[in-house]
């Protein structure tokens, strides 16, 4: 689906198995999450528009560049606050919004109990964080939000999806481009990803 990019870097492989392995404790687990989050920042912001500025250097004025839009970071809690501070720091002028949705472990479904956006979400660039795109309920909520509030040019930055939440963005939210470390077989029978990683929220915050 022309919706999805995934990051293909050797460095982000070897840290998606450094995710997926269940002895990783949460120290090395975030640390992990934060170096592939670093990549992720890289190939979104390849969509960036520049305005051209003049900088004076030491020797002479020259052309520089700023982005043309406020960034706008709104990591989905728990899990997508692990992806924050390297965003932050690729990115330090943008602003972050905060989405609190948990997945009812019966139905599936997300329930939403926190919002949070800046105003001027509208003329931003918009980008959701959140490490996990299972059923892609979560996902496609946290864009319904921010779409009723004016949310124009936005992404979604996972690190792991699978085809069942890639499609389910495809079919509700066809505009918004996903970008995933690794795209993975499929969903099992209680709605987890496999291969995946498990509860990216309880290993990163060590609640297991
Ligand atoms: O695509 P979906 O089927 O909606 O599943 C993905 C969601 O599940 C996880 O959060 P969870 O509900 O476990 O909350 P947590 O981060 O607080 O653990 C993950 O971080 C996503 O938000
Ligand atoms: O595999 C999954 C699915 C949803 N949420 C997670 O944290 N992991
Ligand atoms: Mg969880």
Redesign the pocket.
């Known amino acids: 689906m022309n919706n999805l990019t995934v990051v293909d870097n050797p460095l982000v492989k070897r840290d998606i198995t450094v995710l997926r392995n269940k002895d990783t404790r949460p120290a090395d687990f975030r640390a992990a999450l934060g170096r592939i989050s670093y990549s992720i920042a890289v190939e979104i912001s390849k969509n960036f528009q520049l305005n051209e500025i003049e900088v004076v250097t030491p020797l002479e004025t020259t052309i520089g560049y700023e982005l043309q839009k406020q960034v706008v970071l709104v990591p989905?809690?728990?899990?997508?606050l692990s992806m924050v501070n390297s965003f932050l720091d690729m990115i330090p002028e943008a602003k972050v919004g905060h989405i609190?949705?948990?997945?009812?472990?019966k139905t599936?479904?997300?329930e939403d109990y926190y919002y949070k956006t800046p105003k001027d979400i509208g003329s931003s660039v918009t980008i959701v964080l959140?490490?996990?795109?299972?059923?892609?309920?979560?996902?496609?909520?946290?864009f319904k939000y921010l779409k009723e509030r004016g949310a124009g040019e936005s992404y979604l930055a996972c690190l792991i999806a699978?085809p069942?939440?890639v499609k389910?963005m495809y079919d509700e939210h066809p505009d918004i481009k996903i970008y995933t470390a690794a795209l993975d077989r499929e969903?099992n029978e209680v709605?987890y990803?496999v291969p995946g990683l498990g509860?990216?929220?309880?290993r990163?915050?060590g609640?297991f």
């Open positions: 989905v809690l728990r899990a997508g609190g949705l948990q997945r009812n472990e599936l479904m997300p959140d490490p996990m795109l299972a059923t892609g309920g979560s996902a496609a909520a946290a699978a069942e939440g389910k969903l709605g990803i509860d990216a929220g309880d990163t915050f609640t």
